[in-house]
């Protein structure tokens, strides 16, 4: 390929940018000034600028993983017709839809993903804030299936960052819902509710590009006019410091399971759902003061 095609989302940036400035005018003609933070949003800058170099040199080693099962172990070989490209589309977005779920659902996982919604705004600079621990939590195992079954790495590669370039899109409160593309669409309405931390809205609409993995496995929820969306994480992360905002949550997952009691502690706090290792952790932290107390 001509084109490198790690180079997918940096090439947009001027699209990005130039729809942040847009967004971030149209909040203040409407004479909202709490929509876009500076310290929020230069943090979001920063988390996305770490989250590239992270990822350009995370593809250095998972693209010859990729070539080595796309060589030795594919069961078939998709060419680049029509069908090919509208099966890597459909594949690639299906295992997000996974990957996104269990990033929810595992606190290994979760560890890398909750920077993605730790701020409490929601706007088109929102979707800037990725983890560059992603390669480390294992995103890149998701789509490894791709190679095996018989994706060129250099379309995964592709087709991974065209996915999460559409979901600039969808992190916005400017747009309302957008009729029947609800149905289809992962949107800026559906999307809102996954940011939210309400009981309601919690834990739903894992969808990249299609809202149709939501529908059919049970996550989808709609947005509801009567409940306005709450953004943010339920354990708060009070810092405006990009590096701070990647580490929290390892910092807190690796000391717990250090001070655990017990193996089945330890792996509950690493890989159980973020709320039971919560309240793991909460009893061991009120066990170790009780008897520090005495
Ligand atoms: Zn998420
Ligand atoms: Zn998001």
Known sequence: MGFDVQLILLALAPVFVGCIAWEMVWWHRRGDDTVYRWRDTLCNTGLALLHQGADKLAWLFVIPIYAW???????????????????????????YYWFHRMSHRVRWLWAAHSVHHSSEHMNLSTAFRQSLMYPIAGMWLFWLP????????????????????????????????????ERLLNTPSIHRVHHARNAKYIDRNYAGVL????????????????????????????????????????????????????????????????????????????????????
């Open 69 to 95: 099962v796309y060589n030795h172990w594919r069961i078939h070989s998709f060419d680049s017709s029509w069908t090919s490209l509208v099966a890597l589309f459909l594949v690639q977005d299906f295992l």
């Open 146 to 181: 791709m190679a095996w079954l018989g994706f060129q790495p250099a379309l995964i590669v592709a087709i991974v960052l065209l996915n999460l370039a559409f979901q600039f899109f969808v992190h916005t409160q400017a747009i309302p819902k957008l009729g029947p593309l």
């Open 211 to 294: 809202v149709i993995w939501d529908r059919l496995f049970g996550s989808y929820v709609e947005e509801d006019p009567t409940e306005p969306c709450d953004y943010g994480t339920v354990k708060r992360v009070v810092s405006f410091n990009p590096l701070t905002v990647t580490f929290s949550e390892w910092r807190g997952m690796f000391s717990e399971t250090f001070h655990a009691k017990t193996w089945n502690d330890r792996i509950k706090l690493l890989f159980a759902p973020p709320e039971i290792a919560e309240s793991v952790a909460t009893a061991r932290r009120e066990e170790l003061t009780v008897s520090n107390a005495q």
